[in-house]
Nanobody
Framework: VQLQASGGGLVQAGDSLSLSCAAS????????TAWFRQVPGREREWVAR????????YYADAVKGRFTLSRNTAVNTMYLQMNTLKPEDTAVYYC?????????????????????WGQGTQVTVSS
């Protein structure tokens, strides 16, 4: 499976932005996918995860209530709707797949457990 992330950009604090992660080369219908973000000099930070079978979602505390993760099985694409953006949300955002979904719950935030990644998309939130 190949992942292609898109949708990043420059916005102001309080604005919204939507990211997409499109998959090719295989179906994600029996997978879990996630978003991570990274700023220079820091480790990749887990943002959210969705189980495609059933649609259950999980969020990091830093984004809970502001970000919404969804997927469209018909087009094999995951979406991250980001509302009320803050300057601290500035980062390169990466999508990742866990296919088949084998990562245990206690490890879903661990970037090293994911072996399929898309390229990053830059999100910059100005104050």
């Amino acid at each position: 499976v190949q992942l292609q992330a898109s949708g990043g950009g420059l916005v102001q604090a309080g604005d919204s932005l939507s990211l997409s992660c499109a998959a090719s080369g295989g179906s994600l219908s029996r997978s879990a996918t996630a978003w991570f973000r990274q700023v220079p000099g820091r480790e990749r930070e887990w943002v959210a995860r969705i189980n495609w079978s059933g649609g259950r979602t999980y969020y990091a505390d830093a984004v809970k209530g502001r970000f919404t993760l969804s997927r469209n099985t018909a087009v094999n694409t995951m979406y991250l709707q980001m509302n009320t953006l803050k300057p601290e949300d500035t980062a390169v955002y990466y999508c990742a797949a866990d296919t088949p979904p084998l990562i245990i719950y206690s490890e879903i935030h661990n970037a090293r457990r994911y072996d399929c990644w898309g390229q990053g998309t830059q999100v910059t939130v100005s104050s």
